[in-house]
């Protein structure tokens, strides 16, 4: 017996305005008016480098000559290609995040589409009532649709990535539309499907190397054996669209290859760093997948749970195995990956919350009506600590609140924002208003479960994003760093090496425009022929003679020396060599 029982009444399709609010206001907040923080100014530095480039810069992905191979090139290609057509109206950094915009509407739209065509399946129906009043087919549908995507923005994990210019954010969308594909091709296995399923690998490929492509082909050709596809067929559809997807590939492989941009191809480096990711399961990938997991997942992990429980009886459930399928094969790639990022953990997201999707209609009201109240009263109590230590920065009281807000912020000033605020306060009253409005009227429609959980999390994002986002890129940002090193680099200077990470060494070329050597030029003990180093360490560092050493600053003059005022450990220095 089918585990779900529900009237018509129950599939009320979200209203499509209220969905795209939610949207707007989930990605906007974050992208706009944020500074390159630590965890993605490395991503934008290459974006940054393309758009002032030339070809040899599109073809070997660089942070103003720092060497950047380790992830594709497509990511990088999309944020550069944002910049040439609106940074001239947007300015560099918040033009390369319109490709985030893109790829969040990518995402959430191949996982409503891929729950919808899952959710008219036949055998994804409730079970018929005695007296009729059971959903139809595509009002189910839209239903599910509308719970996972909800579900899908309720999740920690995509809300700290969607926001940032990373190639995990792009690989988490391009794993839901892959989702989509596979399902469609299941629904109608011909070349055709089969050639889109592999373009989007192809996709894969080119944003964070071979490996997850490789493994959700061979997962997608084992599902095929559990619905019937004809092995002959799903076999040579399967090698189509590996073909496909090498096609693909090949349009970076094939001209790095041949043009060797700054005389060498990345493909070699790209390739060995993504080998390098597959070994046999350890505890370190272990230990990373269920501490990081368990937060980044919530809520869509536990209805997934009860998902696979409640639906384990029946047969032909392609809404469980297809991603339930493809979900093993990227859980078991994580956990091969000696050096696991949490960021990889984005891909499993988009499975899960389908997944999540189909085990909420067999819940019990009790449980939906507790994850209700919870997330009342949860969400409700963080975001009024939000506005109380708002409050405490800009007025003094409570003394021991306004203290913890400002100790992390050493010399910030803080000021009161009309626009901040105005934003802020207009999304809290919508809060209110979206509990009085569960509370009073009593819904009984699916999504109502998770409407609440996804708003509140939505709530206190943007009430960071407005009321301390001033605080953030103050304390986050190495702008204020990076005009300093410039301010004391004489006029002259046209090359500088460094042993700066990336993500410090795209902010300097960004906000301090310091001329950095370039691929060709020199790096490590090899960067002598530059006349100025920047030198980044830890403070605690007290012998300094390998770090001299290796960079040739030996007997070299200090020009400046300094560190963000939040980071009590970094510490960078510029000398000038001397002749």
């Known amino acids: 017996m089918k585990p779900v029982r529900l009237p018509a009444a129950a599939t009320l399709a979200l209203p499509r305005w209220a969905l795209f609010a939610l949207g707007l206001l989930y990605i906007l907040p974050g992208l706009i008016g944020r500074d390159p923080w630590k965890d993605d ?40 290609l944002c910049i040439k057509l ?70 920690l994990g995509l809300l700290l990535y969607s926001h940032e210019t990373l190639a995990v954010t792009l690989q988490g969308s391009l794993v839901a539309y892959f989702l989509y594909r596979a399902v469609r091709y299941i629904e109608s296995s011909n070349a055709r499907n089969a050639a889109l399923v592999g373009l989007s690998l192809g996709a894969l490929a080119l944003t964070r190397g071979p490996l997850s492509p490789l493994a959700l082909l061979l997962a997608l050709l084992l599902c095929t054996r559990f619905f019937h596809v004809p092995a002959a067929t799903a076999l040579r559809h399967m090698l189509l669209a590996a073909g496909a997807a090498v096609a693909l590939t090949l349009v970076w492989v094939l001209p790095t290859s041949l043009v060797q941009p700054y005389g060498d191809s990345p493909v070699a480096t790209w390739f060995v760093s993504n080998v390098e990711q597959l070994a046999l399961p350890g505890w370190t990938s272990v230990k990373a997948f269920f501490r990081v997991g368990v937060w980044f997942f919530w809520p869509a992990w536990p209805f997934a749970g009860w998902a696979i429980w409640a639906w384990r009886r029946q047969e032909n459930m392609l809404h469980i195995v297809l991603p339930l399928t493809f979900l093993g094969a990227l859980t ?32 019990k009201r009790g449980a939906i009506n507790a994850i209700d109240w919870f997330s009342v009263m949860a969400l409700t109590t963080l975001a009024a600590l939000v506005w109380l230590f708002w409050i405490a920065k800009l007025t003094g009281w409570p003394a021991k609140l306004s203290h913890n807000a400002l100790k992390l912020v ?89 042993n700066a990470a990336p993500a410090q060494r795209a902010s300097f070329a960004y906000f ?42 030996r007997g070299a003059t200090l020009l400046w020396e300094g560190r963000r005022a939040s980071d009590r450990d970094e510490r960078f220095r510029l000398y000038r060599r001397a002749r």
């Not at 490395?42 to 942070?63: E, H, K, V």
């Not at 959903?135 to 579900?151: H, M, N, Q």
């Not at 956990?335 to 999707?357: I, Q, S």
């Open 41 to 80: 100014a490395g991503s934008f530095g290459i974006m940054w480098t393309m758009a002032r480039g030339g070809l040899d810069d599109w073809l070997y992905p660089n942070i103003a000559g720092l060497p950047a191979t380790e992830d594709g090139p497509l990511v990088f290609w999309l944020g550069a």
């Open 410 to 498: 050493p010399g910030f000033t803080p000021e009161f924002g009309i626009v901040a605020f105005t934003v802020a306060a207009a999304v809290s009253i919508g809060w209110i208003w979206l509990v009085r409005w569960r509370v009073s009227r009593q819904r009984t429609v699916l999504w109502r479960a998770v409407v609440l959980s996804s708003s509140g999390l939505i709530l206190l994002w943007v009430l960071l994003m407005t009321l301390f986002l001033p605080d953030l890129n103050y304390s986050k940002s190495y702008a204020g760093v990076a005009q300093a090193i410039a301010a004391r680099l004489p006029h002259d200077a046209d090359c500088i090496d460094t």
């Open 86 to 155: 609106f940074g001239w109206l947007l300015g560099d950094v918040l033009a390369a995040r319109v490709s985030n915009l893109g790829i969040f509407v990518m995402g959430g739209m191949s996982l409503w589409y891929t729950a919808f065509h899952l959710g008219r399946r036949a055998e994804a129906q409730p079970l018929r009532l005695a007296f009729g009043g059971q959903p139809e087919p595509d009002a189910y549908g839209r239903t599910l649709a509308d719970t996972t995507v909800l579900i899908y923005l309720g999740s």
């Open 512 to 553: 301090g425009r310091l001329p950095f050597a370039g691929v060709e030029g020199g790096q490590g003990a090899q960067g002598a022929q530059c006349d100025y180093v920047l030198l980044q360490d830890n403070v605690k560092t007290r012998d300094d003679r390998a770090l001299f050493r290796t960079w040739n600053a």
């Open 332 to 363: 078991a790639l994580f956990l091969c990956d000696p050096t696991p990022e949490n960021g990889d953990l984005l891909k499993l997201l988009p499975p899960l919350a389908l997944m999540a999707a189909f085990g909420l209609p067999t819940m």
